[in-house]
């Protein structure tokens, strides 16, 4: 997997990247009643202007990301000091109150994540093949304290398993992340063009941690 999502970003083939921050976000973070100040856990983050937004709300922000293009992508598209350092096998880079983390997500440990308070998945999730999203959902339940309260945005279409982005069924989120979360289904937006429908949902970690 590693090696075709590098490919995906060395040719451009990124139509799953948002020039804009993501309209679920913005109408149904502040619901989740997150206090200022809480750090952001954002696995799988890509070059999402939506971690701008939720800096810009006052929130620390610890973005992971696999592939290094994406990361300076985003760097890039503003100005200001960018301190660059290694971290438990990552490669850090720090600009504002973003932290991009580049590695591989699963090998992130609960020391490195224990100032994470909240967590947002907007393309993690669903940019996983079926066989891993298992290991996802257990892992994010370990790196997340209780009472840490996050959204996830899901999507189905019609494309069988073509992705990512992959179709995931409401029924498949709420058997992935029950069991450790409280989760409740915010909406279900209707499809767009190309068929493709996304679905809002709120968790938030049981506890305790497992």
């Known amino acids: 997997m590693e090696n075709s999502w590098r490919q995906r970003w060395q040719e451009g083939r990124i139509g799953f ?6 309209p679920a976000l913005l109408k149904y973070w502040p ?32 973005g992971i990301e696999l592939a290094p293009e994406a990361i300076e992508q985003f760097l890039a598209q503003r100005s200001g000091g960018i301190s660059r350092y290694t971290q438990a096998g990552f490669e850090v880079c720090r600009q504002g109150n973003i932290e991009l983390w ?3 997500f699963f090998h992130l440990h609960i020391q490195q994540a224990a100032e994470v308070e909240a967590f947002y998945d907007r393309a993690s999730l ?10 996802y959902a257990f892992h994010l339940a370990q790196l997340v304290p209780p009472g840490a309260k996050g959204l996830l945005v899901g999507l189905t279409h019609a494309d069988g398993d073509a992705g990512p982005p ?5 029924e498949e989120i709420e058997r992935l992340m029950a069991p450790n979360f409280r989760i409740e289904r915010l909406a279900h937006l209707p499809a767009d063009a190309r068929g493709r429908s996304e ?6 970690r049981r506890g305790p941690r497992v």
Do not use: N, Y
């Open 17 to 22: 990247h948002l020039e804009e921050t993501h």
């Open 31 to 62: 619901t989740l009643g997150v206090p200022s100040g809480a750090k952001v856990l954002v696995p799988l983050c890509g070059k999402s202007l939506d971690m701008r937004w939720l800096a810009d709300q006052g929130h620390p922000v610890l």
């Open 102 to 104: 580049c590695g591989d």
């Open 126 to 135: 669903i940019a996983l093949p079926p066989a891993t999203r298992e290991r």
């Open 166 to 170: 992959f179709s995931v069924p409401d």
């Open 199 to 204: 679905s809002i949902w709120a968790l938030e």
